[in-house]
């Protein structure tokens, strides 16, 4: 586990440049000391990783070098680094010295290393030197985050004794990007790096599907409804593609792959095993796992737990394509922070599929809720904002991609499609049953706040994206009312849960 104390210094530290929040002396002089005692042994029961020293410092850098006034160092955290750094110099490794002080300009006489470091091998000498860039504010092309990630990745794992870079590089390297904003072919570097893994995707012979690029790390609030929308969907020919992890980091909350394993299914299916369960007709939908899908990705899940913050895979890795569709398809991923709506249709439209949605749901997930706004709420992106892009029925094909496509952007109100205002059903993080006895609930057509989300982000998916039969939303919302009903959406969950267990 990582350290506490260090841990809770770099969500203040390891933000963005409006977010952080510096330390105050107290806490600058706690986390040095922890840091300076961890180094000489002393904290045998709860030392400080390597990645937490590489974030940490990294983050110290990259706000002294490039971050505005308000969130660069304090004068308590510079009171703190003038008392400790002399005598961490001492017991520090050379790559977090160098991390603390690339070029030599932060830490005075005592910060002599970094200019002189290169690292060891070649995939840490390519390592470093993006580093450089990164912790000095800068930015990465397109080939550079590639070459970097297939130099790194898999990630200690493979059989190899050891990683091919220092943990406290790479956690730098991937919390910096995400302090310094990725640019747009940044984030296209880490979305395409290992599209070709396993090969060319299978595909399924499906008339439409649809990849669900749900948050990674879960909800730990309220009711995530996308697996019993994907049942729902799949009843009127609309195949949905789920993926994810059981558990991630920072939120470690409730996943579609814990209410599956909770429930006796496969959750560690391979691409082409999905696709038959895509073809299935008493299925239709199907789950798959990081770990078999893009094994190097999986293998910095532990990493991720010691940088705290979200790094830019976090963003990505709600755009893949695991399984490709003979027919039609979309993408629809959800979000929460201002500056990441645009980036991640752009990533769809590099997708080349017909249409994208983005979504502000709830907990940054994808559950629109029937909840009235408040007339108090929060300033900035609303919930059950959607915004996206599809292909027009009557469309002429455009000389780039050959899909030409029409945008939208719409605020979703429950109440004008005719739903009562109810609150989200909570749940606990720690129990997972919690949601799947809402979802069940409903599925077996219990009416009530759950019954009426997962109808209204069935059909409002159909509609947005442009779906056959969904062109109307009360047409769209009566389908998806019917696939729950007639108990057809119940079925096909506790087909998969079966099947899922057959497929070769």
Known sequence: RPNGTVLEAQGRVCTGPEQTRPLGEEQAMRVLDTILRSATGELKDEPVSSAQLGAFFAGMTIRANCFPEATQWSEGERRAMSLFWPRLVHVLPPEVKFIADPEGTIMGANGLTGPRYIGQGTAEMRLVGALREVLAGGHLGYEEIQCVLKDVLPFGSMGASSPSVSEALLAAFLIGQRMNRETDRELKGYCLAFDDELGPPPIADVNSLTHYGEP???????????????????????????????????????????????????????PTQAKTLLEDKDTGFAYLNLQEACPPLYSIIGLREHIKKRPPL??????????????????????????YEDPLLMLMRRRTVHAGLVVKGEEGALSLTTKERSAHASKGIPVNHCSGFRTPSSANFSETDGISRESFRVAVNAQELGFKSTETPRTDKSVVLKNLELGLSALGGDKGPAYDRIVLNAAMADHLLGCSGAQDINSALDRAREAIDSGNALRRLMNYIKISHKVS
């Open 216 to 270: 990674y790390d879960g909800n730990t609030r309220f009711f995530r409804s996308t697996l019993f929308v994907a049942a729902v969907r799949a009843c009127y020919g609309e195949a949905c593609l789920l993926h994810g992890v059981e558990w991630m980091p920072p939120k470690g909350g409730i996943t579609e792959g814990q209410m599956l394993k909770f429930m006796g299914a496969n959750t560690h299916l391979s």
């Open 314 to 339: 976090a963003t990505s890795e709600k755009v893949q394509q695991f399984v490709r569709a003979r027919g039609r398809e979309s993408m629809v991923a959800g979000f929460y922070h201002v500056g």
